[in-house]
Every structure is written in structure tokens, then in C-alpha cells.
């Protein structure tokens, strides 16, 4: 219970469909379970609500909210339907990011660019830019942004993707610096190769392969031996939001299998 009493809003809390879990629904899952009420956002609402009813049946507190992050409205009106609804804000878990589109810089379209910042980078920072003053007003909060092993790594065929999670590494660093004096903490999970509905379904698709060649070809680049699961990102976001971080912001923290430190 390492969360136990706290509320946190879940940014991403649905997921696509497919045969494992996904990053956002298993860290809502695991912060309910560690005695957090859990706020999931999601603008498919359906599948949020399909969360939150996973929550409800291990007895955990969970409600739900539609939201779409590049609508700076959305953002405003999700702060405070948490505060009407729950009285304040421990935790805001931004879990967004897309890719679909996405090209090397001689091919790819301009819009597909700027959807995928508007998505990757604005839509954590209107979610920050309204939970903020609410963190800040209560002397405590902590943040956590989904990154990627994609932002610091080579990378080639994805420039909005790796470098729209390279602004956002910035960005939790810029805040994990203004709000340290308020007792607000900020830090980023960069995950490497995790075996999600939206990383398989979605690239065996665009690549034009079985899902089974994908994560087999997967499983080879990662030194343990096999990609992660999206419970291995949650684990690492309930670290970081509980107590036993209480010494930690700034940090970009691999969650990789040992990709990250891979030479040659």
C-alpha cells in the first residue's frame, strides 16, 4: 500500500486493443492496488471504462474521465474535475504517445509531424501546465512521463517519434528543476522493446508481418533475453510515485532489459 490514500490521474489509461496490456491500463491497475484512487483518462472512454471496471473487481477505487491532450480545454477541465471530484492531486502519470506515420526526415509529411508532437510533447505539457498549480498550492505532487529508449537511442525511420520523446526528456528535466523548491518531483520512464497491444498490433500491421515474427525479432535485441511487459513499466511508475523516490526528480530512468547500455 505505497500509495495508499493518495489520488492520481492516469493520462492514458485506456489502451488499444490487442493480447497483452498496455503500459497506461497496467500502471492504473498497480497504483489502485498500491491504495491510490485512480482517475483514468483516456478519449476512448470506453476503454477507460473498461480499466476502471478491471479495477473494481480487485476491490480497487477508480473512476474515469474523457479527455483528448491536445485540447488545451480537455486539460484544464481534468485538474479540476480531480480536485471537484477527489479534493486534490498526488500523482499525475502521463502515458501518451503515438507514432502512426511516421518516417525518415526525407519522407515523412509535415502534418504527421506536428500531430505527433501535438500528442507526444504539448499534450504532457497542458496536462502539467493545469495540475501544476494544484501540486504546488498542496506543497507536494509528483509527475512521471512516459518516454522512451527511442529518445536518446540511434534510431532511424521515426524522427517525430524520437525526437518529440527527446523534447519531452527535456521538458521533465526543466520541470523537475521549477517545482523541487515545492515539493513537487518529476522524472520520466524511458521503456525499451515492451511487448504492448500498441507496439505489436501496430507494427506487425505497418511492417506487413505476423505478430509472432515481430516479437520474435523483438525478443533477439534485448541482452535478458526477451522484450518487457507493460508491468515492468508500472512497477518502475510505482517506485517513482511512492515514497521511496522521495529523494529522486530529474531522472530519466531505462526500463530496458539492458538495451540502453548495449555496445556494438
Known amino acids: 500500500m505505497r500509495l495508499d490514500g493518495r489520488v492520481a490521474i492516469v493520462v492514458g489509461g485506456g489502451q488499444t486493443p490487442g493480447d497483452t496490456i498496455g503500459n497506461g491500463r497496467a500502471t492504473a491497475i498497480?497504483?489502485?492496488?498500491?491504495?491510490?484512487?485512480?482517475?483514468?483518462?483516456?478519449?476512448?472512454?470506453?476503454?477507460?471504462?473498461?480499466?476502471?471496471?478491471?479495477?473494481?473487481?480487485?476491490?480497487?477505487?477508480?473512476?474515469?474521465?474523457e479527455i483528448d491532450v491536445t485540447r488545451e480545454d480537455d486539460c484544464r477541465r481534468l485538474a479540476e474535475a480531480c480536485v471537484e471530484r477527489h479534493g486534490r492531486i498526488d500523482i499525475l502519470h502521463?502515458?501518451?504517445?503515438?507514432?502512426t506515420g511516421d518516417a525518415g526526415v526525407q519522407h515523412i509529411e509535415l502534418e504527421t509531424f506536428e500531430r505527433i508532437f501535438r500528442v507526444n510533447l504539448e499534450g504532457p505539457l497542458l496536462t502539467c501546465k493545469h495540475v501544476l498549480?494544484?501540486?504546488?498550492?498542496?506543497?507536494?505532487?509528483?509527475?512521471?512521463?512516459?518516454?522512451?529508449?527511442?529518445?536518446?537511442a540511434a534510431a532511424t525511420g521515426i524522427v517525430a517519434y524520437k525526437t518529440s520523446k527527446a523534447a519531452l526528456n527535456a521538458l521533465?528535466?526543466?520541470?523537475?528543476?521549477?517545482?523541487?523548491?515545492?515539493?513537487?518531483?518529476?522524472?520520466?520512464?524511458?521503456?525499451?522493446l515492451i511487448n504492448t497491444p500498441m507496439a505489436i498490433e501496430g507494427i506487425s500491421a505497418a511492417r506487413g508481418i505476423t505478430k509472432?515474427?515481430?516479437?520474435?525479432?523483438?525478443?533477439?535485441?534485448?541482452?535478458?533475453?526477451?522484450?518487457?511487459?507493460?508491468?515492468?513499466?508500472?512497477?518502475?511508475?510505482?517506485?517513482?510515485a511512492s515514497d521511496d523516490a522521495a529523494f529522486i526528480t530529474g531522472v530519466l530512468l531505462p526500463v530496458d532489459g539492458g538495451q540502453s547500455v548495449r555496445v556494438g
Open 212 to 240: 509472432e515474427q515481430l516479437i520474435a525479432e523483438r525478443d533477439r535485441q534485448v541482452p535478458m533475453g526477451k522484450m518487457g511487459s507493460a508491468w515492468d513499466v508500472a512497477k518502475a511508475a510505482v517506485f517513482l
Open 94 to 99: 502521463n502515458n501518451v504517445g503515438i507514432g
Open 133 to 152: 498549480p494544484v501540486m504546488r498550492a498542496q506543497g507536494s505532487g509528483v509527475i512521471i512521463n512516459i518516454s522512451s529508449m527511442a529518445s536518446v
Open 30 to 65: 498497480l497504483f489502485a492496488r498500491e491504495g491510490a484512487h485512480v482517475l483514468v483518462a483516456d478519449r476512448d472512454l470506453a476503454s477507460a471504462e473498461e480499466t476502471r471496471a478491471m479495477i473494481a473487481g480487485e476491490g480497487g477505487r477508480s473512476d474515469t474521465i
Open 172 to 192: 521533465t528535466q526543466t520541470l523537475a528543476m521549477a517545482n523541487a523548491r515545492h515539493g513537487i518531483r518529476v522524472n520520466a520512464i524511458l521503456p525499451g
